[in-house]
């Protein structure tokens, strides 16, 4: 007979693991899974990634279509001519059909110096103008 070596020394089995087919093919499978995990993961945050920058997107779209809708309620009104009819109002015209009234304040009243009495028609429309503009006689 042969003599043999204890296998076990104090409770300690010292037995090579042996690689079997079963034990491949189970870490293969747990290295797939792992794999399959960490696509599933990167997809949750590019679909989240996405969604986020899509509902910018759409928010930044329609602030863009109320811009345009405005441009084209000018482009609109320019060529129907009510802009220039705008604008020229703006800057004091008024239609010659129009009847036109000016809402301005007084001007102080000032009294008439007490050593000239003003006469009526002595100078013409100039003489008026001059004391218009300089409020000499």
Do not use: C, F
Request: aromatic share 4%.
């Amino acid at each position: 007979m042969r003599p043999r070596r204890a296998s076990a020394s104090n409770g300690i089995v010292n037995k090579r693991v042996r690689l079997s087919h079963e034990t491949v093919v189970l870490g293969l499978v747990g290295v797939m899974a792992l794999w399959m995990v960490g696509s599933l993961v990167q997809e949750i945050s590019l679909n989240r990634s996405l969604s986020h920058q899509a509902s910018a997107l759409r928010e930044q779209n329609a602030s863009l279509q109320a811009t345009n809708d405005g441009y084209r309620r000018d482009i609109t009104a320019v060529s129907s001519g009510a802009a220039a009819e705008e604008e020229a109002r703006r800057d004091g015209y008024a239609r010659g059909d129009e009847k036109l009234y000016i809402i301005a304040t007084p001007p102080p009243s000032t009294p008439a110096p007490a050593g000239k009495a003003r006469s009526g028609g002595d100078g013409g429309p100039l003489a008026g103008l001059w004391h218009l503009l300089t409020g000499m006689p």
